[in-house]
């Protein structure tokens, strides 16, 4: 048997696994009696943890929001995981919480068993920093944002768009989304009653929460991820490119990034690319780069700059065999 106080830990691992258990389910799993059961959630209670009990059919106990955060037990993977995901917000993309993170990564690590600590210093060692890429968000104005998108309550707020115009904008939120190295809103626009992405690090002050707004179906399949590296690799430009890539579509899924370009499968060995066609000249440029063989559908416009970049290409090559060919009568 365990002692009460193990037997308490052990209950409170178990309710903070799962959202939902019975009763009965629970009490078996912990080899106790019913009664039991019901004086540990009362004790759980009293030190502050927020257990649901519900009652029926359906019935049971809940690990639920409380008023305060009491503390969490970790396993070991989640105590490992928890601690290289503090290291990496230090260095990361999110301002204002690298304090923060320094005093939570110090209070795990201080209680982390000395049989975890070999293998943390091997993660460790093994996940290297790279240096910043992207704009840096503040960790308050997520926080805002996500509060908003789970509350559903509309924002207002001033946005500057790529081409450096400002504008007012009233939205409801639908979900903060993280692809690219940056951080994106996705938002039912009201005044142009349509979906649209926002760059987080593009909205000026701080957002203005507005009344309660009635749900609707999120855009695209729902999948808010795919729906903004959709919309970035093709919403961006005027014009779309349509290229043909001769590899299969499982091997260039692996190069080619979702905000990049919409793969879609020829047949086996070919696949069709479209992406955003300006600037063109960076198209080209990982067209070339990818080493691949293609065929360019459209637009003109991109067709004929690859057609100038090849006559470029051959003039040099062209000068170069000139210039090292021998000069008659020479030894």
């Known amino acids: 048997m365990l002692t009460a106080s193990a037997r308490l830990l ?28 019901r004086r540990d959630i009362d004790r759980l209670r009293q030190l502050g943890y927020p257990i649901h009990a519900s009652t029926g059919v359906a019935g049971g106990y809940a690990f639920r929001a409380g008023h305060a955060l009491p503390p969490l037990l970790l396993d070991d993977e989640e105590a490992l995981a928890a601690a290289i995901a503090l290291r990496t917000a230090v260095t990361g993309t999110i301002s204002g919480i690298e304090q923060t993170a320094i005093t939570a990564l110090v209070k795990i690590e201080q209680a982390m068993p000395p049989r975890l600590r070999p293998r943390l210093e091997a993660l460790r060692s093994a996940i290297l920093p790279t240096d910043q890429i992207g704009p840096l968000v503040d960790a308050g104005r997520l926080t805002t944002l996500a509060a908003a998108c789970r509350d559903q309550v509309q924002l207002a707020f001033a946005y500057t768009d790529r081409e ?57 399949d729902g999948d808010l991820r ?33 905000s990049a370009g919409v793969l ?43 057609r100038e970049t090849g006559e ?15 000069m008659p009568g020479s030894a």
């Open 226 to 258: 795919r729906w903004v590296a959709r919309s970035l690799s093709l919403g961006q430009y005027p014009d779309e490119a349509r290229i043909i890539l001769h590899a299969p579509l499982a091997a260039l899924r692996q190069r080619i990034p979702a």
């Open 164 to 220: 450096g115009q400002p504008s007012s904008r009233q939205v409801e939120p639908q979900g903060v989304v993280h692809t690219d190295r940056r951080w994106y809103l996705v938002a039912w626009d009201c005044l142009r009653a349509d979906w649209r992405t926002f760059r987080i690090d593009r909205i000026a002050g701080a957002p203005v929460v507005g009344a309660h707004f009635a749900p609707r179906a999120g855009p695209g």
């Open 264 to 306: 879609e499968v020829v047949d086996g060995q070919r696949c069709l690319l479209r992406c955003g066609a300006n600037p063109m000249g960076s198209v080209i440029y990982w067209l070339l780069a990818m080493d691949l063989e293609f065929e360019v559908l459209g637009p003109p416009a991109l067709i004929e700059r690859l």
């Open 10 to 37: 052990n209950l409170l691992s178990l309710l903070q696994s799962r959202p939902h258990w019975s009763g009965a389910t629970l009490a078996e799993r912990m080899q106790i009696h019913p009664r039991t059961l």
């Open 312 to 326: 470029r290409v051959a003039r040099s090559l062209t000068q170069h065999a000139a210039e090292a060919a021998p």
